[in-house]
């Protein structure tokens, strides 16, 4: 179980070199490397290397090859360009001599935000909704208590989790491939824009595909499984994530073994903070075989 003070830890990578960096793993150590710390360690190792006052506008990121906890994950920072405005990275995770991520981000000065053209979909409160560990309270002797487990970030889902979705929606053809929650960090955070921005890119990748999940009736625990290829954001305002964001997620792609999701982050007044897709592959699987606690053990941080 990873909490939100590891995590915050887990990003203050060490610096080796002028644009080399070092990764920690969290203390749980589980079999692989959850995509979402690769994003954010390489996120904030790139944004060490930046002019001073420009942050993370964008991140394109594909995961080549399955990290795990056994070793630490070095950070190759290459300086692509440094112009009037914006200065572009790439970054190499690399694991045992392999790449297992390549990032390319963009970085620029913070300006005025314009007013947004995209409302929010207009839902409860966080306020009003059980966090996801209460949701999912019919599962806890399941995997460990796994689908209960303390998480990093306060989560309130609005439509069922996939876990939950297997019971509580019996028919995948009149599912609508959208899963809305509310999240904040689970605690207090360092005032520091560039951390904000890495926890939202970790927390964005958490549960991204989460209606692709519904959709195919299973979760990213099984029946079958489930893996990220890419992963890209955009960010539209710097984010406080102490703050409540409402993730807006649905599906926008599919095809035989993959899906892809789209997903928005509002703050609580309406306004668009960042968007995210991913593509997951999903291998194939028969419904029926849904075995409840005889499922996998886990091997990725996962939320849903």
């Known amino acids: 179980m990873t909490d939100l003070a590891e995590v915050v830890e887990l990003l203050e990578v060490e610096q080796l070199d002028a644009g080399l960096f070092r990764g920690s793993q969290p203390e749980a150590r589980p079999p692989r490397v959850f995509g979402g710390q690769v994003l954010a360690q390489g996120l904030r190792a790139a944004g060490r290397t930046v002019p001073d006052g420009r942050l993370p506008h964008s991140l394109h990121a594909y995961f080549i090859r399955p990290g795990h906890c056994r070793t630490l994950i070095v950070y190759d920072v290459s300086r692509l360009r440094d112009g009037g405005s914006l200065s572009v990275r790439r970054v190499s995770a690399i694991q045992d001599g392999e790449v297992i991520c390549d990032i390319t981000c963009s970085f620029a000065e913070p300006r005025e935000a314009v007013a947004s053209r995209w ?163 999903l291998s194939p699987h028969d419904p029926r075989d849904w075995a409840g606690p005889r499922l996998r053990a886990p091997d990725r941080t996962a939320t849903s």
């Open 119 to 281: 409302e929010a979909p207009v839902v409860d409160g966080p306020d009003e909704l059980p966090d996801v560990a209460a949701r999912l309270t019919a599962y806890a002797a399941e995997l460990d208590g796994w689908w209960v487990r303390e998480r990093p970030f306060d989560m309130r889902p609005l439509d069922p989790p996939p876990r939950a979705a297997l019971d509580e929606l019996d028919d995948p053809a009149v599912i609508d491939p959208v899963s809305r929650l509310w999240l904040r960090a689970d605690g207090p955070v360092p005032n520091d824009a560039l951390l904000h921005t890495c926890l939202l890119t970790y927390a964005s990748d958490m549960i991204l595909l989460e209606p692709v999940l519904v959709a195919r009736r299973t979760t990213t625990l099984g029946p079958g499984s489930v893996a990220s290829l890419d992963h890209a954001m955009w960010f539209h305002r710097t984010p406080d994530i102490a703050e409540w964001h409402l993730y807006d997620r649905r599906v926008v792609g599919e095809a035989a073994r993959r899906g892809l999701a789209s997903g928005r982050l509002f703050t609580r007044a309406g306004d668009l903070v960042a968007t995210v897709n991913q593509e997951g592959y």
